[in-house]
């Protein structure tokens, strides 16, 4: 019998001596006595502390003082030289060479200005000059400078960009044009250009990272007196990081040096610049990035009433370390502000206040230390076991159930804590380990008796019994039934769904109980008592509940005795989780079957939308698993290594049936043109009546010809010759729109010399046509009028709009070249098509479909294991040469399914004898024509040669094709690819 313990649950045995806490509490007054010696020692250290706070403020107003100072002193000589500069005639000169002119004062400048590192000037037109001082070998780097170079002009002239590089007599080295320079830089959208233009003196910009140098340094500028140029330069700060280590209060303080948007520009320590990408420069970080006690400083200034450490220094903690700092502002005179910022840790600050408590609390220490033995053993005796405790609180907060509880306390209550927990915790984990297999589970039909298998292990019963509602909910079918050792028994061993509904009460969570072999309720369990070799079980039936808290199945567990009530209430618990396994799979399962339903509605919505085409969209799916499945069974060559998952197979599948899903938008009188001439309705017939009517002229011409006088066998005679002329043309004309012979060009003349023939229209066909046929026929003609007899009229010629336009820039990355009309309906020129009944208009609407394919899938909201679908469907009439379409593919940018689809669309359309343009070809005649495509770079060769080896080709004609089609195919004779 279960004695109420949870299986899987440690157990703590418990000591013998066990004491009550408020023993151990009253260990505790004695640390008051030693409370008192420590408050002695802190009230002196805390002034010592508000001394050492005060003259370390002080040092942090002198620090900022002096790199205030520093910055200034940079500041002032480069100041000059740009107000020098904007009265020089640079600021005025038009071309380089002008530009070029004044070279020797801007270096002369800059040998007198050591900090400045480049001067230059920018136009209101957009040009740019620049000279920038080489001083060592990193810059002689970054630029790509020549051996030699000491100088380098950059310039923009009229949108031409060039990289000048100078030796130190101003002679050129090397001339460099630069287009992409042109291309991404203008000065007039520069903030010191703009920042000069806006004021009538010098302006300064907030400390930065050169780009070029990764340097910290200004920018100063001023605007020319014409107001036409804007001249600057940049100014090194090289010397901020030694001031700022130099001006540490202690070792290991930090100071930083920041613009106005909080980006650092120099810093005591090193790595505050934030690493570039190959071939870029390093660029300053913001302080917050930055990490360690300046960013905390940064953060702490930001938020209201930061913690004061003084009436200048903030406290705070940084890693378990406690720090003081002050951020301080930096005013440049004509510029935007600057930062400093300054930590100290406490260690280091308060060294001296630590010593005083410390020797404080020494000598209350030496006082007391006859009880620190006592005192320490009690506290670890009552503490260590909490501690503990807590750590494994921890462990379950972060969900770790790996180790079990052994905590053992001499404290009753915490002992009793320890065992509770160890419950706890290996309950947790068998709940945790059930609902994670459970979850990973994603089929249907394998989650079943998984779930019975993980229910039965985890409770201990002998085996287990999975019922499932009907779509009512009415009945209870057996789903599965799971031994113990995991083995399937048979379902007809199951005791029927209807006894077992009644073993749970309405609204109960279970029940339970035992049942004896041949009664009651149990007279439908003999045959599975029988095979558990039982002649009683006790069982504990739990109702699975969906949301709705409807049945939507039934776990029966058998047990040899009956369970305690701690594992009754365990499994109850799994029950639910159990119950919303089966039914979000459930759902899933409906989806995916609702889905397939509505893939194959479509499928077979554009199968009926043409007589000709119908099962195409059917057939494709079977022959591309065909094909899959035998690159998949493959043991050697190119497809040894492929294989395919659930989602594998269920992403072919879902592409193979949606692939030619655009045909929904394509017209049938065009998938169904049968001749040449024919739309909605086959206009042979017009040209028939017009022959009738040429034929009716003759007749009357030739009646009144006679009553005229002449003589009426001559009159016959040419009567008659002229309606077997008639007769013969009009044959000609109806042999030409059948479509079924090739047109020579003597074809073609005679079809205009028939057209040369006119008639007599003496009605108005302006009158009981649509609007949009009326703008297209142009103004009307007086009447009677003759006309050709076959005319390419304007009514004929449909524009395409720019809506039936593929953008080049085309999300889809679509590059089908569409003709400039959609329709053509000319009569000569339909009767005039080379080959077929198409026009080239006609098929580009057919070709289409697959643009609207890609256009339709893309749309659509695909899970992440079937978002290949577009590729795959989109692809199949691309080609391995990449002269296929929409987007004209390679093979290289196919997947392999969208590789086996092309071939499976093309073998498909081969053997079909539905297709109004063509005749069915026999099986050899079809993968002939594939061996032509391969050699031709249409198709994979090796997936063809997987088609033809494997006897995918074999199968899918015994099942498809007209027996009379099938023969003899040379497979070896194909796999050899033409010389």
Partial sequence: MNNGHTPGTPRTSRRALRLPLHIHIATLFFLLVLATGASIAWMSYTRSVRMLEDAAERMTERAAAQTFGEIEALLYPAGTAVRLAALERLTSATTLAERRRSLPFLQRALLASPAVSSIYAGYGDGDFFLLFRIVDDEARRVLAAPPGAHWMVQSIERGEARFIHLDAGLKVLRDDPRPDFAAGYDPRQRGWYQAAMTEAGLIYTAPYVFATTAKAGVTVAQRSEDGRAVVGADIRLASLGATLQRLRITPASQLVLLDEDDRVVAASEEGWLKPAAPGAAPE????????????????????????????????????????????LTLRISGGPQARLGIVVPDDELLTDAVTIRDRALLATLLVMLGAVPLTYLAARLVSKPIRELADEAAAIRRFDFAADVETRSVVREVDDLATDLASMKASIRHFLELSESLAEESSFDRLLPRLVDETVAVSGARAGVLYLAGDEGASLEAATLRSSGGETLAPALAPPGAAMAGLVGEGARSGGGCLDAGQGAAAGCDALFGALGRPAMAYL????????????????????????????????????????????RALIRNQKRLFESFLQLLAHAIDAKSRYTGGHCARVPVLTKMLARAACEATSGPFRDFALGDDGWETLHVAAWLHDCGKV????????????LETLYDRIHEIRMRFEVLKRDATIACCEAIIAGEAPAAARARLADELAALDADFAFVAACNAGGEAMAPADVARLQQIAERRWLRTLDDRLGVSPEELRRKGPAQPLPVEEALLADKPEHLFERSVEDRIAPDNPWGLRMAAPALLYNRGELANLAIARGTLTAEDRYRINEHIVNTIRMLADLPFPRHLRAVPEIAGSHHEKMDGSGYPRGLTGAQMSPLARMLAIADIFEALTAVDRPYKQGKRLSEAVAIMASMRDAGHIDPALFALFLESGVYQDYARRFMQPACIDEVDVAALLQPAA
């Fill in 541 to 584: 039936a739990l109702p699975l509940l969906d949301r709705e808290h409807a049945r939507v199945g039934l776990l029966v567990l058998w047990f040899d005795e009956a369970p305690g009530s701690d594992l009754v209430h365990f499994v109850e618990a799994l029950s639910g989780t159990a119950a919303l396994s089966v039914e979000t």
């Fill in 665 to 676: 938008t394509t017209p049938e009188f065009i998938v169904d043109k049968a001749t040449k």
């Fill in 284 to 327: 300053a970080q913001a302080i917050d990035t930055l990490g360690g006690p300046l960013a905390a400083l940064a953060s702490q200034a930001r938020r209201p009433g930061g913690e004061p450490g003084s009436p200048g220094l903030i406290a705070f903690s940084v890693d378990g370390r406690d720090w003081r700092g002050a951020l």
